[in-house]
């Protein structure tokens, strides 16, 4: 072997001390225990620096780039220090011997190419990353949630990847255990059938998009209606008007009905109001639109309507429609407790009255004798 420009035989004793002769300089244990903790710990205070760093060239640079050059100056300054340590306890012939005779039998360079595919996995993942944040991070057609799903996903392809060349190096049977898997899968899958599914709905919503975090929805014939806070691969938390946390499957809520009132944002309220018969229907109408108008909380656009819908029990019954916008549960019952207050006291001004449903009652007076005469007589079957 070559070291220095000159040849060198490996087998020879005068290389037994070392390349560097390090083991020689430091002859104790408590030495090399100095040594060894002194090389871990520059090695930990280079790679904080080389983050520090990192952070101040992406200001001036690609960020991607400056992820490479931190990595490969944290690998670079970690197999240094491996190389001091080995070098320290007199390790060095031994891993000399074993490059020299290279093969993927021995353990050595397996572990070698192990650690390097693992730290370059590592890095591989932290540029995906880095990448989908740039590209994805400034387009509104894709959320917070698919960014993270997406890295998920990859990150899980990089490390099966990873894992298949590893295994392939450490000479590890895969086709006995592709088959192991493959009835494993078959035996996790019967039993955690509702799991399984809740994971695929999670990726079947991912794509479909029927409502993102802080939109306002109700799910379902069991009306569970919130602001949606968080969108898991497994379930969906929603926070309902009371201020509670419902935690819904995403199988439960990809199999149901979603009303997602955030979606256009903004969202039409009806408020049904009903006048007495003898009422001007016109000045009740002009009347009902002026009251709305001082409603702060209504959209001007489109302009609130008044639409009549039918002859009730005792009055004339009609519907006010008027628009908000940023729609949520709290925007939506203060806008209908202003209109509604708004209407009551623009009629008691007005001396329009609502009116209510009423009941007559009346009892009938006592029967006088001619009447009583007129009563049928009991049948011949009676009672005597």
């Known amino acids: 072997m070559t070291v220095l420009g000159e040849a060198v035989d490996i087998s020879s004793p005068t290389l037994v001390m070392g390349v560097t002769g390090l083991a020689e300089q430091v002859g104790s244990t ?6 060894t903790v002194l090389a871990i710990l520059g090695a930990v205070l280079a790679t904080w620096f080389a983050r520090q760093a990192q952070t101040r060239l992406k200001g001036f ?70 990448l989908l944040d740039d590209l994805m991070g400034s387009s509104n057609a894709v959320t917070r949630h698919q960014r993270q799903v997406t890295y998920r996903l990859s990150q899980l392809l990089v490390w099966t990847f990873a894992l298949f060349i590893v295994l392939g190096i450490w000479r590890v049977n895969l086709g006995g255990l592709l088959v192991g898997a493959g009835f494993l899968g078959i035996v996790v899958g019967m039993a955690a059938r509702q799991t399984l599914g809740s994971l695929l709905a999670g990726f079947v919503l991912m794509f479909s998009r029927p ?18 806070t968080d969108i898991t691969m497994m379930n969906t938390r929603i926070e309902t008007v009371d201020g509670e946390y419902v935690m819904v499957p995403n199988d ?60 009730g ?72």
Request: aromatic share 6%; no cysteine.
């Open 211 to 228: 409502f993102e975090i802080g939109d306002w929805v109700e799910v379902g014939q069991d009306e569970q209606e919130g602001i949606v």
């Open 313 to 384: 029990d005792s009055a004339i019954l009609f519907g006010v429609r008027f628009w908000i916008e940023r729609p949520s549960a709290r925007r939506y019952h203060r806008a209908r407790t202003d209109v509604i207050g708004a209407i009551k006291r623009t009629f008691e001004t007005e001396g329009i009255s609502i009116p209510f449903p009423q009941r007559a009652v009346s009892r009938r007076e006592a029967m006088s004798d001619d009447d009583a005469d007129l009563r049928p007589e009991p049948s011949a079957g009676g009672d005597e």
């Open 61 to 130: 640079g690609s960020p991607p780039l400056a992820d490479v050059v931190a990595s490969m100056v944290v690998i670079g300054v970690f197999a240094s220090a491996i190389a001091v340590i080995v070098e320290l306890w007199g390790l060095s012939n031994e891993v000399l011997t074993e490059v020299q005779s290279f093969s993927l039998g021995s353990l050595i360079p397996q572990l070698i190419v192990t650690t390097l595919i693992v730290v370059g996995a590592q890095v591989f993942i932290g540029i995906i990353r880095r």
């Open 252 to 311: 439960v809520i990809s199999s149901q009905s979603i009303v997602n009132r955030s979606r256009k944002g903004r969202l039409r309220i009806e408020i049904d109001v009903g006048v007495d018969y003898e009422t001007d229907l016109e000045r009740a109408e002009e009347l009902v639109l002026e009251a709305v108008d001082d409603v702060s909380v209504i959209l001007d656009a489109p302009t609130p309507q008044v639409v009549y819908k039918g002859f």
């Open 30 to 35: 408590g030495g090399k225990v100095a040594v």
